[in-house]
């Protein structure tokens, strides 16, 4: 069983790194007048995991707090935006999906350095693993289906009722996506992939009719969420860095990229007994979906699944590229040159398999 805090990465907790480090007496005076209750003595430790934005504990005598920052140094526009993460932490506060208490935004980079926030700690399980080892038949069953209870409630959310219908571009989101990660693979491209080209030019082709919206998380999965300390319930949903609003069935088609690919960051379901273990197969998780959606099934599931192979493709060719500019060994720049080729050529497959002519 992991202890984690909301927003941080298991039990992975160690000192700050030198390179995060901050005036901790200047931030403990400052959440002193900006959340009520807040008293020191603070101590400040640091999650390891990889976050693109620093993530960090606040303990006192009475609670703990988490913090998130930007990274220090110069950033992209577009990258680490805190602000963001924090203003939809605060809205889903008003709705039934679990999330940490946002407690205060600071955007005066003179506190600490760079804009931050800090939300409530939240104590449970972070379950890395998709194939839940060291739990029963019945807790996976239950923990499977409180992920898809959340990701259903997510998709339900009237954004324009909490204040997230500015959140992101309403509307043709496969086609803004397709053309957005055509772009980025084009830019990172190192040789021919056959399989690219061809999903380059059918997916924008081929995006089925009916242009849903939502608030989508990005990158929802088991390890970005916090399970009770011992039920098979989801507390709180975290790193909302990719959040937008966009079509569901994207969240979801990723949310199920573990049941097609063996992936070392996102594990693995595939060739799992379902009867066995307890964890739905793939048509019961969506039609656990589609019911509490009101969706009477998932007509063209194979461009969904495509599409989300395509856009990891993408980003595996974009580090492939960066890995031999930055001369990165070898070793790691072919594995994931080898992963964006492996995923366009299992994107192609699977709309093969579905009969679709590519």
Same mark, same amino acid.
């Given at each position: 069983m992991v202890v984690v805090a909301a927003g941080g990465q298991g039990s992975d907790i160690g000192a700050v790194r030198e390179a995060h480090r901050f005036d901790e007496a200047r931030l403990a005076t400052y959440l002193e007048g900006a959340i009520p209750g807040f008293a020191?003595?603070?101590?400040?430790?640091?999650?390891?995991?990889?976050?693109?934005?620093?993530?960090?504990?606040?303990?006192?005598?009475?609670?703990?707090?988490?913090?998130?920052?930007?990274?220090?140094?110069?950033?992209?526009?577009?990258?680490?935006?805190?602000?963001?993460?924090?203003?939809?932490?605060?809205?889903?506060?008003?709705?039934?999906?679990? &999330?940490?208490?946002?407690? &205060?935004?600071?955007?005066?980079?003179?506190?600490?350095?760079?804009?931050?926030?800090?939300?409530?700690?939240?104590?449970?399980?972070?379950?890395?693993?998709?194939?839940?080892?060291?739990?029963?038949?019945?807790?996976?069953?239950?923990?499977?289906?409180?992920?898809?209870?959340v990701l259903a409630r997510m998709h339900s959310v009237d954004v324009n009722a909490v204040g997230l219908g500015d959140f992101g571009k309403p509307g043709n989101y496969f086609e803004r996506q397709i053309g957005r990660w055509s772009k980025q693979y084009e830019a990172a491209r190192t040789g021919d992939v056959p399989a690219m080209d061809l999903l380059m030019a059918w997916l924008p082709a081929n995006i089925p009719a009916g242009d849903d919206v939502s608030l989508v998380h990005g990158d929802y999965r088991l390890e970005n969420t916090i399970c009770h300390p011992t039920e098979p319930r989801i507390l709180a949903v975290l790193d909302w860095e990719l959040a937008t609003l966009g079509h569901p069935l994207a969240d979801l088609a990723y949310n199920c990229m573990p049941y097609h690919i063996a992936d070392p960051t996102m594990g693995s379901l595939k060739g799992v007994d379902f009867a066995a273990t307890g964890i739905p197969s793939e048509a019961d998780y969506l039609a656990a979906?589609?019911?509490?959606?009101?969706?009477?099934?998932?007509?063209?599931?194979?461009?969904?699944?495509?599409?989300?192979?395509?856009?990891?493709?993408?980003?595996?060719?974009?580090?492939?590229?960066?890995?031999?500019?930055?001369?990165?060994?070898?070793?790691?720049?072919?594995?994931?040159?080898?992963?964006?080729?492996?995923?366009?050529?299992?994107?192609?497959q699977t709309l093969r398999d579905a009969g679709r002519d590519i």
């Open positions: 020191g003595p603070m101590e400040v430790t640091q999650f390891k995991g990889g976050q693109s934005n620093p993530t960090f504990l606040l303990t006192t005598p009475a609670r703990r707090y988490v913090l998130r920052k930007k990274p220090p140094g110069k950033l992209l526009a577009s990258a680490h935006q805190i602000e963001r993460e924090y203003k939809v932490i605060e809205a889903l506060a008003k709705t039934d999906v679990p &999330v940490a208490a946002a407690l &205060v935004l600071c955007e005066d980079a003179e506190v600490i350095g760079t804009p931050f926030y800090v939300m409530g700690h939240v104590e449970g399980r972070v379950l890395r693993d998709p194939q839940l080892p060291g739990l029963s038949p019945a807790e996976r069953a239950a923990t499977y289906d409180s992920m898809n209870d979906y589609c019911r509490r959606t009101g969706r009477d099934g998932i007509p063209h599931w194979e461009f969904y699944l495509a599409f989300s192979m395509f856009r990891l493709s993408s980003i595996a060719q974009g580090v492939y590229k960066r890995g031999l500019d930055g001369n990165a060994s070898s070793e790691k720049a072919t594995m994931y040159g080898a992963v964006a080729v492996f995923l366009a050529d299992l994107a192609c």
